[in-house]
């Protein structure tokens, strides 16, 4: 169970190592360049949506982005809910 | 008067019992020269070492060009991060890890590369990434 945190965009290496690497059980949350991965309609989007990982992105970046009306489906948490997230994951990978 | 400083090495150097021992996974993915990036996460290494504390290295993507052999940074006057990496084993580090998809997709194979490694695919990878106590992406 790994929480990944993806802050790289959609034509990163980092993205794709990030989608390569994410399991069944592990959760990826988008934030600062990442949530342009979140797009919809966008080829990235389209891989995002085929990982078996859970996908969240986080609501201030998204907003920042412009990206509100523009990322739907994807569940927004605040920094709140993202602290309880790294304390609920055993462990913690980072993408940039 | 002033504060003593806790350094990053202070804390590393906790003395844990042999079965509280975590292994902790340095995943390297950045290139060698193009920031300084590399050479931070290489310096983390050989503090681990010197430490004792159990690591293993996984390169992935751009990062597995920090083992291509025959670096010669001398020109650009930065230390050769090549160079560095194949004494690595010299200090208590156990398994490199390689991922297998990158080093094909630069058109690299093993005998490109500084030192002897382990090549993951990618089910492989993943069982890695999850089967580590700790994870530090660099």
Redesign the interface.
């Known amino acids: ?2 929480l990944h945190t993806l802050n790289a965009g959609p034509d990163s ?2 993205f ?2 990030c989608l ?2 994410a ?1 069944k059980g592990d959760a990826i949350v988008l934030l600062g360049e990442g949530v342009y991965c979140a797009l919809d309609n966008s080829a990235a989007r389209k891989k995002l949506d085929e990982s078996p990982a859970r996908l969240l992105a986080l609501a201030s970046d998204v907003s920042a982005a412009g990206l509100s009306d523009k990322a739907s489906g994807i569940p927004l948490i605040d920094m709140d809910a993202f602290v309880a997230l790294s304390e609920f994951y055993p ?6 | 008067m002033q504060r003593p400083i806790v350094t990053v090495w202070s804390l590393l150097a906790v003395d844990v019992s042999e079965k509280d021992r975590k292994r902790s996974l340095v ?1 390297m ?1 950045q290139s060698p020269y193009g920031s300084s990036l590399s050479r931070a996460s290489v310096d983390l290494a050989l503090a681990m070492g010197a430490f004792e504390q159990d690591y293993d290295l996984l390169f ?3 990062g597995v060009l920090q083992l291509v052999a025959a670096q010669d940074s001398e020109k650009i006057g930065v230390k050769n991060i090549g160079r560095i990496l194949s004494s690595l084993p010299l200090y208590d580090m156990e398994s490199v890890y390689v ?1 297998a ?1 990158a080093l094909e997709r630069y058109g690299l194979n093993e005998a490109s590369l500084v030192l002897p490694v382990k090549l993951l695919d ?1 089910p492989s ?2 069982s890695l ?2 089967d ?4 530090i ?1 660099c």
């Open positions: 169970m790994l290496t980092s794709l190592d390569r690497s399991q462990r913690q990978l980072t993408w940039y | 995943v993915r992935m993507g751009p991922d998809a990618d990878l993943r990434l999850n580590s106590d700790h994870l992406g």
